[in-house]
């Protein structure tokens, strides 16, 4: 089991390193000099040679590239994460500010994916091909295929349509004003959620299907067990491995789905920072957060094996 | 067992005497059968065949130019000339749908015959060769899924500049490792075949091994990954070009008319977000549902693979 951590972790480590060289290098091949992207078109033609070439020391931009990475990771490692173009604020500031609603926004949204996948695929895997397992079905791929952020445009304005109701504009934190930032999480978390559920519905069907046709299953019911107790207490915890890794997948995922829903409903959190950063092609949020993005992604990933291998002694004695 | 006719014996001979017309006629007997045996799917099928068409034949069937501005009828609700009413500076909303599903549709082939392809190919020669190859490649796609796939062709999409090329290749190179994952584990299991060892027992070459005995039988499986990958594709699409780092603008596509309408006031006219994004939605489902059709009736075991 150790050494399982430990390899998990070393590759993991490696990964990091590897994301981290190529979202340097990917995002300083950008067409167009950061300059123009700093003062518009005209303010770039009124600067003269000499200070462009300041502006551009003062940035560290004219080291050489090799220079301007490990730059970077010393960055990294101090924890500051270097400076937006536009805002005065660093990266390290923008994400401790903003990066709580998001993370809230994740963790309801799989608490919810949770709430509503499992019992919808327990009706459907009980009685598969009936008339409640069809519409399920139909619904969940309908989920799939409904854009997150588009979902969260049409609520935002049927909201506005029929009871005139919009969420806070401005960042409130949790505990400061619990009920503005309920109000400002609730939207994108039950968008995410929702889509989530929709995979999460879809394994743990398929997967209780197959647990279920087991031969332990098969000896619970002919002692007498009640179906739901042979469900609950049999089937369900092993059915629910595979369910556990799609979960810790997908909320890596909803990090980055909440980019456009951020988006659509206009929450301040670190999905808008992003979004703001790539419309005002701000390289040095750009790659902080795609670097954060990640390496959150690749821990999430460790975190879920280490988990299915607690979990699951098949694995585990492997 | 002495009465094995002839015919049976030598089957290759058989199906290249003609074979056009065999290929056809097959391909129609399964096109009927997966009718029969899932109706549903193939009516989705069907949808997804109208949108192509409706791609295609884009300049006849709308019924006004994409791009025209009509500065009479600015920001109106669906009504009489314009039935899907129109935006801000009076085009037409229903001509631009049908202009979308082009752009769309464009990007989402583009990627997955780029990517999907790519990502199948390359799975296919790591299964087969196997060893040194095989690890170095199975590291480099890990690599490639530590990234999240919006991120991913986000960010590749900003590093080389906006237009539909762009969009094509970073939504490709995010397709490149399911295609590696899923074929290069039906090779797996295929190597260990008894034919496949025939083959190689008779001293066919790797790439005649690779491209007769191997490749048949990982085309199922290669469909099916694309028609759902094309749903993928398009959502991705989306949402790239709602982020502001798809095909630029002038261009007719559903994202943009949804982006736009964002920026057409405080409350976006409903018509503007309506349309398109049923577009969206209905394409992507009907390439979803359809994958899942060609998937249940090739091989039911692959339902947990794709």
Redesign the interface.
Known sequence: MYHYIVRRLAFGAL?VI??SIV?FF??R????DPLIALFGPEGFTKLSEADRAGYMAQLGLSDPLIVQYLHWVADIARGSLGHSFFRAESVAEMISRRGPLTAEIALISVALSWVVGIPVAIVSALRPNSVGDNISRFLS??F????G??FG??IV?AS??WFGYRAPLAGASLLANPWDNLQIVIGPAVVLGLGQAAYIARMAR?SLLEVIREDYVRTARAKGLNGRRVISLHALPNALLPVITLSGILL??V???S??VE??FGTPGLGYAM?TA??E?DVFV?QNL?FL??VV??ML?IAVDVTIAWLDPRIRYR | MTAIEPETVYPIEQTSAAPETSLGRRAGRGLLRFVRRAPLSAFWGCIAAAILVMALTAPLIAPYEPLKSDFRHMTKPPAAPHYFGTDQIGRDTLSRVIYGSRASLTVAIGAVLFGTTLGSLWGLASGYFGGRFDIVSQRII??LQ??????LA???A????AGIGTVIVAIAITRIPFGGRVIRAVVLSLKEMSYVEAARGLGASHLRMMARHILPQCIAPYLILATTHL?VAI?IE??LG????GIPAPTPTWVNM?AD??NAGL??P?WL??FP?CA??LT??AF??LG?GIRDMVDPRL??AV
């Open positions: 990964t590897g994301v979202v990917v995002l091949v950008l067409p167009g791929i309908l799939l295929a409904v854009p952020f588009w445009m049409l304005l506005l349509f398929s890596g995922f990090l980055a789905g980019i456009p988006r659509a979004f790539v419309s092609r750009m795609v993005y990640a992604f690749v990933n | 890990e690599f530590s990234f999240p796939d919006l991120i986000m960010a590749i900003m590093a080389l500049g749903g959502i989306a949402s709602f982020l502001g780092v949804l309408s964002l409350v976006p409903w977000v309506l994004g969206i939605t992507v489902l979803s549902l899942d339902r947990s």
